[in-house]
């Protein structure tokens, strides 16, 4: 990750949610979940935090391998939170990311063969570039929130 330092790190959120479960006997599974789902949906990190540190206390020792892998991942999972409230269902989920690579895969398969990597290469930038404009065009985030966010205020000559 050289290329990109000083970038967060999202963990998709329904993916940390299946891993967690995973380590939670089927039956007790739906309270689980709806606990999970609780700090998930909060807009604040504090509040997010806490209900974890809450679902923590609350099944370390039932579910112990469940609360070790909740614990592990929780801050990767909660980065979505350090965003404009606007964003944040956006990037909390890799469903846009799994949608653009399955639409890669659907239209590559189409063609079958490439005459070289450059070819296949060439197809997978074109159909991103297309999604993306579709993208733009519907306006799924506005950046001004995010841009305010990280700008800093210009100094005034005195």
């Not at 206390?57 to 404009?84: C, I, M, S, W």
């Not at 690579?101 to 189409?110: I, M, Y």
Request: aromatic share 8%; with cysteine; proline share 3%.
């Amino acid at each position: 990750m050289a290329e990109l330092t000083g970038a967060l790190w999202q963990r998709c959120v329904v993916h940390f949610e299946r891993n967690v479960l995973a380590h939670v006997p089927q039956p007790e599974r739906k309270v689980v979940a709806e606990d999970l789902k609780e700090v998930f949906s909060m807009k604040r990190r504090s509040t997010a935090e806490s209900l974890a540190q809450a679902f923590i206390e609350r099944y370390r020792d039932r579910f112990k391998r469940a609360v070790e892998v909740f614990a592990q991942g929780l801050d990767e999972a909660l980065t979505y939170l350090d965003f404009p409230g606007s964003h944040q269902r956006h990037i909390k989920s890799t469903n846009v990311l799994e949608r653009l690579f399955r639409e890669v895969k659907r239209r590559t398969k189409v063609v079958g063969a490439f005459l070289n990597e450059k070819s296949l290469g060439n197809l997978a930038t074109v159909v991103m570039l297309k999604m993306t404009e579709d993208w733009a065009l519907r306006r799924c985030m506005d950046m001004g929130p995010l841009w305010a966010a990280v700008e800093k205020p210009a100094k005034v000559a005195t």
